[in-house]
């Protein structure tokens, strides 16, 4: 291991909702969800670091965002 850096290959698999309707939409992440798993990551222990990681909606679909 070579000076303890962690790198993570981050995915965002879906529409991100950048505020622009009034109503929220469940099939779009949150930037501050994404933003609070980035920390969760930057938080890992080094016996236990993951070197990627998916983030999409709990109901989008694999690959069908777009």
Known sequence: MAGGIHVVHLIIDGDIDEG??????????????????????????????????????FNGTFGEHC
Do not use: C, F, G, L
Request: hydrophobic letters at 25%; zero cysteines; charged letters at 25%.
């Open 20 to 57: 622009s309707s009034s109503q929220p939409d469940d099939s779009q992440s949150n930037p501050d969800d994404i933003a609070d798993t980035i920390y969760m990551i930057h938080q890992q222990p080094k016996s236990a670091w993951t070197s990627e990681i998916d983030v999409r909606p």
